[in-house]
């Protein structure tokens, strides 16, 4: 930095970065790997400069001062090049000589993170470790009331049904007059969301879905897998993998048309149809996938020519009313695989959910409700909509469920829950504690990116760079030199050792409860927390 | 007392019941009392033939009849031999740890569940989890259980030792003899079966082959086995070696070692690719390839490559000089010891190195020299062009046919007609006056320029322009016979008409330039006390000169802040001069000037310095003009395409501005003569200071040499070739490549380099840079 400079308002030391970077000279080998790593080019070599001074209290003996200079690797101060915090430099040091530290408060990059008027964006999460769900205990636990259950011995049946389940009466009534029968999918209670092909790399998404289709075919674990809004490969669409597969459409309906062309040449129905009319990460707000971003391949997918900018506005045009979302778009995405694919929406958590819920309820068509909470995450957003926009889940997919039980129909639409669910790592506890309070299954997201890929991301605002494309781990780069980081093999064996070992915690969960045959949805009782408003908001019970 | 005969107990008395407390009591009483064979008829009652231990070593034998009750022989104890005589309600042998026992019928569930030692022959079959929770202490043989039929469910769970037998005898050959789920969670034992074995946890358990010892171990057994339940008969059915199997529990290390789960690599190329494709799930749009690449990598996989930027950008000073000195090049010169040819370069763009650049010239190439940044002194670029005063004339190109005429023999008329004499063309400069230099000889104080050094450069200008026509007078009609002589013509006339104060009065007042050119013959009598109208540097000229010709009180006033500055400025200051302002001249008079709000300042002599304006009456009405000045375009044209202008006959400016200028409109002319466009290659853009690295150099070094300040010039955007790049790269991946004519260059070798950065990190003149790679 010249000294000989006028201070800018953006001008910012070191001390203002959130991420400083700690670095030794003694151990540095300058090797180079880390400045060629960095994916913002936060730390550049640099040459120094050092004044030695030699001096004596003889009079005959002279003072020296000269100057030397030396090499190390300096960290930029600069707006655009500030540290992201994802360690990717401590990771390649051979010498352990460089690693980024959090500023333990003095971060002012957040005021200026706005140049050119243009607000912070970013992908990832919330950046908010507080979490209802990691609080919430399991406190009901069979001592010689219940059969015990062994969660290593016993056999279990974790499912979960996706679609309508028509009441007895109904459901006998219409066995009788041959009518029709909404389709009902038996999975596991532990999904994929929608994260799209674009969102993701190919690598990364080729890694999801191969796990997924492993853990069904080796392990006869049903797990789906939801495409997000960014159509699907046309081989997958061709593939028995697709019965795996929820298909998202979204306000952007992009792929869809290679989706209908698809359908007669299908092997198997997909799994569901996911309506997206809401991302827990940033409700009411809609996505744009950048035209730089928009290479051959995602063009391909998308059925869109090369480098355009792919905008998902907040809303789908044409429906201008709950009445008209529901009937309309539910019963033509029904319609399209002759009434045999289940169809349900998902929404961000909000107030507003009962609404949406009770409508659902009077439609036989719609197959299930997902809510994703303020925690989810996304590939890009604006912070303000990220931080300060939103619905914890726990106490929506609650409400939901409540309602669900007023009208009777408690056992008709499940409600799926997303949105934060381990986002601390307590994937199993969330999960279980989101069913107890009402949630037929979970959908998962960032889990997923952390355990199957390494995502370094963190409540502590680490990396969060996916809207950019420069994903240091491959994972929501559409860049060969990037994603190439990333083996689908590998993401797929990781998501295998995921659902594998939340399944046994599961087990280790819901065993104690006696349950093995059936999931505890809205088993309450078992439910405690130290916080008696939260215990009240949920009507679960306070334990101290 | 071994040939004692049969006790016998009931486990009723008078038609009831008795507790199972109260026969325990009875048994015990017995065993006290030294009766060692004792036959118990049950009624159900709870472990009947367990905890035996008051026996001691002796061999014990309990025979019961009736209904044994649940436990029968828990806690067995070595020497106890409990024979049921009809079949066994749960958990026969429960925790056994030693007792063998002998059930002559069906057992139910748990048969010797958590035993570990004792031996258990069951004369039919078992009901669930049988032989769960077994395991073996290695001070004891392990516990054995002998079944004749088959078991139930969930058979031998947790089993972590002991040896169970399942012989099968009349069993479904379709259903397993081992029941549902057997075996989850073995740790260790062994499990002989007859039959059909499958469904057992092949995580837990593996089937091994039965050896000769394993065959012996069990026909010796077996003909013990159905001796003790006496069914010696089915010895020949039941010693088929080839209808038995061996079933041994898999070591920790092969459970965490071996998966029965094919790998995903198998997965991929078995089932993934084979549904999907060759290249999987988008095979068909893109190919990848398989696995992945390191996080550093080299050639084309680099993120970001360097670029060796020689020549791109223009150095600093020299995109700040006016003139278009190429400055850095030529302390570059001075640094490969050709000094004498950075000292005569100065030549090929200005006609006054000495003059201007050494002294005249407030040097704009120093004040945007990159090491200001640092707080460090900037390369004196007056020691060049002070050396420049001595330097011979410069050659010129061929003669070309073209005429240029001049108006104007100041610093940019002489600058015009050098360069395009230079260039080979004629030039011929007119002057009204009757020497050349225009304000350099005629107004600037010989304080500010040696008269010598002056001199020297004007007599250089006259030997290389033999045209000069002085005594000139101009009106329309010259102008237009000029324009019409000659195939260009160049207005340099300057500004020499003085702006004067509309106030009355100003007949009092004289000025600058004529008070100048009067001191400057020592002609001019200021006075004891003078005032200047107007604080400029011109302003301050005329302080320093009246103090020389004996003025005293010296008082520069200006409506704003004074616009002086530089070596002017501190000369006056020097002299004495006040600064005043603001001040608003009401009018002048004979005592001084009299400001607006009444206040005299008392003066002998008015100068009035407000700056001046061209004299343009000479020149015809093709010759657009603005605000007192002439119109040009970006290349110095006026609106006649044939007529150019320069210097302060457009706008004020600084005489580098001046030379400049002329030099300009010397390039165009000489394009528009070779039929060229008159735009030429646009300039390089300035490099980034920011990419210098000033580190190198001792801050506090003030070079006065010219060596040392070719030394100390950071040469930005110039390779110096100190070839640091090469020795800084950690992967060796630049070298020196030698070129035709002196000329070198760094190159990178993409299969070395990472991309690391280091080579523009580590340059001092800011060359390398480090851009995005292609796209791939």
């Known amino acids: ?544 | 007392m071994k040939n004692q005969a049969f006790i016998k107990l009931s486990g009723r008395k008078d038609n009831k019941r008795i507790p199972s407390r109260v026969l325990e009591e009875i048994i015990h009483h017995h065993i006290k009392n030294g009766r060692r064979n004792i036959e118990v008829e049950g009624y159900g009652q709870h472990g009947i033939g367990g905890r035996l231990w008051d026996a001691g070593a002796d061999e014990t034998h309990i025979r019961i009849i009736g209904q044994s009750g649940q436990r029968a022989g828990s806690f067995g104890h070595f020497g106890t031999r409990i024979e049921i005589m009809g079949p066994a309600s749960d958990d026969v042998g429960w925790l056994n740890a030693g007792a063998e026992i002998i059930v002559h019928g069906n057992a139910s569930n748990g048969v010797m569940n958590g035993a570990a030692q004792g031996k258990v022959y069951i004369g039919g079959s078992i009901g669930a989890r049988g032989m769960t929770m077994t395991k073996r202490n290695p001070r004891f043989e392990p516990p054995e259980l002998w079944v004749l039929g088959s078991s139930g469910d969930y058979f031998g769970e947790f089993m972590a030792g002991g040896i169970a037998v399942i012989c099968g005898h009349n069993k479904d050959p379709k259903a397993s003899v081992l029941g549902y789920r057997p075996l989850v969670g073995m740790v260790g034992g062994r499990v002989f079966a007859r039959g059909n074995i499958e469904g057992f946890s092949q995580k837990d358990a593996k089937p091994i082959s039965v050896s000769d010892e394993d065959w012996n171990w069990l026909m010796t057994g077996l003909e013990v086995f159905l001796s003790k339940i006496q069914k010696k008969e089915l010895l020949p059915s039941l010693s088929i070696r080839s209808d038995w199997q061996l079933i041994e529990a898999r070591s920790a290390r092969e459970k965490t070692d071996s998966s029965e789960k094919p790998s995903m690599a198998r997965f991929r190329n078995q089932v993934w690719d084979r549904e999907l494709g060759r290249g999987g799930l988008i095979g068909d749009l893109e190919e990848i390839e398989r696995g992945s690449i390191p996080v550093i990598t080299r050639g084309d996989l680099r993120r970001y490559i360097p670029v060796w930027e020689q020549g791109r950008y223009m150095a600093p000073c020299e995109a700040a000089c006016p003139t278009g000195i190429p400055v850095q090049e030529r302390w570059s010169m001075v640094r490969q010891d050709n000094v004498d040819e950075a000292i005569a370069m100065g030549l090929q763009y200005t006609p006054f190195p000495a003059t201007v650049c050494g002294w005249l010239c407030p040097s704009p190439c120093m004040a945007s020299c990159t090491r200001n940044q640092n707080h460090m002194s900037p390369i004196n670029v007056k020691l060049l062009g002070k050396a420049g005063e001595t330097v011979k004339l410069p050659k010129t190109a061929p003669k070309s046919k073209k005429k240029i005429a001049v108006i104007g023999a100041g610093p940019g008329g002489i600058s015009a007609a050098w360069q395009l004499t230079l260039k080979g063309h004629t030039a011929t400069l007119f002057d009204t006056g009757d020497t050349i230099g225009g304000k350099i000889s005629s107004v600037i104080p010989g304080s500010r320029i040696p008269k010598d050094t002056l001199e020297t450069e004007l007599k250089r200008v006259k030997e290389f322009i033999p045209d000069i026509r002085l005594g000139q007078a101009m009106d329309k009609k010259d102008f237009l016979k000029i324009k019409y002589d000659y195939d260009f013509t160049i207005v340099a006339a300057g500004a020499k008409k003085p702006r004067m104060l509309p106030v009355p009065g100003i007949e009092h007042a004289v000025s600058a330039n004529d008070f100048l050119e009067a001191a400057k013959k020592d002609k001019a009598k200021p006075g004891k006390r003078v005032v200047i109208i107007g604080a400029g540097n011109v302003g301050c000229d005329v302080a320093t000169e009246a103090h020389r010709l004996g003025a005293k009180t010296i008082t520069l006033i200006d409506i704003q802040k004074p616009a002086a500055f530089g070596k002017e400025k501190e000369d006056a200051e020097a002299v004495g001069a006040t600064f005043r302002w603001p001040c608003f001249t009401k009018e002048i008079t004979k005592a001084g000037v009299v400001l607006t709000d009444g206040e005299v300042l008392k003066a002998d002599t008015v100068v009035v310095s407000i700056g001046d304006v061209p004299d343009l009456t000479f020149l015809d009405e093709s010759i657009k003009t603005e605000k007192g000045f002439i119109f040009v375009d970006a290349y110095n044209r006026t609106s006649d395409p044939r007529v150019f202008a320069i210097g302060d006959a457009v706008g004020p400016g600084l005489i580098t501005d001046a030379i400049g200028a002329g030099r300009k409109a010397a390039i165009v002319i000489d394009r528009i003569i070779d039929g060229k466009s008159p735009d030429g290659d646009a300039p390089l853009p300035r490099i980034d200071k920011q990419r210098i690295s000033l580190e190198y150099y001792n801050p506090k070094n003030r070079a006065d040499t010219l060596k040392d300040c070719g030394s100390d010039c950071a040469s930005c955007g110039k390779c110096k070739d100190c070839g640091i790049c090469v020795a800084v790269c950690p992967e060796g991946a630049i070298e020196r490549i030698e070129k035709d004519k002196q000329g070198f260059e760094y190159r990178v070798d993409p299969d070395l380099c990472i991309g690391c950065g280091f080579c523009k990190g580590a340059c001092p003149c800011g060359i390398w840079d480090l851009i995005p790679n292609a796209a791939l």
């Open chain 1, 1 to 544: 930095m010249s000294s000989n400079r006028s201070l800018e308002p953006s001008a910012l030391s070191l001390n203002d970065l959130p991420w400083q970077i700690r670095y030794s000279n003694d151990r540095c080998t300058l090797c180079g790997q880390c400045t060629a790593v960095c994916p913002v080019q936060a730390i550049e070599l640099k040459v120094f400069q050092k004044r030695i001074l030699k001096t004596s209290v003889q009079p005959e003996k002279k003072h020296t001062a000269d100057y030397d200079s030396f090499y190390g690797i300096r960290q930029k101060t600069r707006v655009e090049n500030a540290c992201i915090g994802c360690a990717m430099c401590a990771m390649v040091c051979p010498n352990d000589a460089i690693a980024p530290v959090k500023n333990p408060g003095l971060d002012r990059l957040k005021f200026h993170i706005n140049q050119n008027g243009i607000p912070r964006r970013r992908g990832g999460r919330r950046n908010s470790s507080q979490s209802v769900l990691d609080r919430i205990k399991f406190i009901r636990i069979s001592m010689l009331t219940d059969p015990a259950l062994d969660a290593g011995r016993h056999e279990f049946e974790m499912r979960t049904l996706l679609g309508r389940v028509l009441s007895p009466r109904e459901n006998m009534k219409r066995l009788k007059e041959k009518g029709w029968i909404p389709p009902v999918r038996e999975i596991y209670p532990l999904i994929i969301g929608g994260m799209s092909f674009g969102a993701l790399s190919p690598t990364m998404w080729e890694g999801l879905q191969m796990g997924v289709a492993y853990l069904n075919e080796e392990l006869s674990m049903p797990v789906r897998i939801c495409t997000g809004e960014g159509g699907c490969p046309p081989r997958l669409l061709r593939s028995r993998f697709l019965k795996y597969v929820i298909l998202q459409i979204a306000s952007g309906y992009f792929g869809w048309d290679e989706i209908i062309h698809a359908i007669p040449h299908m092997k198997e129905d997909p799994c569901a149809i996911e309506i997206k009319y809401g991302q827990g990460a940033k409700p009411g707000d809609g996505g744009l996938l950048m035209w730089h971003k928009v290479n051959k391949l995602i063009a391909a997918i998308r059925g869109v020519p090369q480098g355009v900018s792919l905008p998902s506005p907040p809303t789908h045009q044409t429906q201008y009313s709950i009445e008209e979302s529901v009937a309309k778009m539910i019963l033509s995405m029904s319609m399209a695989w002759g009434f045999r694919v289940p169809v349900y929406p998902k929404i961000s958590a909000s107030s507003t959910s009962l609404a949406v819920l009770n409508n659902l309820a009077r439609n036989d068509y719609a197959s299930g409700l997902a809510i994703d909470g303020e925690d989810g995450g996304t590939g890009a957003a604006y912070t303000v909509s990220m931080d300060h926009m939103g619905h914890p889940i726990a106490s929506c997919i609650r409400d939901n469920y409540l309602n669900l039980i007023k009208i009777g129909k408690q056992n008709e639409i499940p409600i799926f829950a997303g949105g934060g669910v381990g986002k601390n790592g307590n994937l199993s506890a969330n999960a279980a504690a989101l069913i107890m309070l009402g949630a037929s299954g979970v959908q998962i997201g960032k889990y997923a990116m952390q355990a199957a890929a390494g995502c370094v991301g963190t409540e502590e605002d680490r990396c969060n760079v996916c809207n950019l494309g420069i994903c240091p781990k491959g994972i929501t780069s559409q860049d060969p030199r990037l994603y190439r980081r990333l083996d689908p093999e590998d993401v797929a064996q990781r998501i295998v050792d995921l659902f594998v070992s939340f399944d046994t915690e599961l087990k280790k969960i819901v065993a104690p409860l006696g349950r093995s045959t059936s999931l505890p949805i809205g088993m309450s009782d078992a439910l405690g927390i130290d916080d008696l408003a939260a215990a009240e908001r949920l009507s679960i019970k306070y334990v101290v």
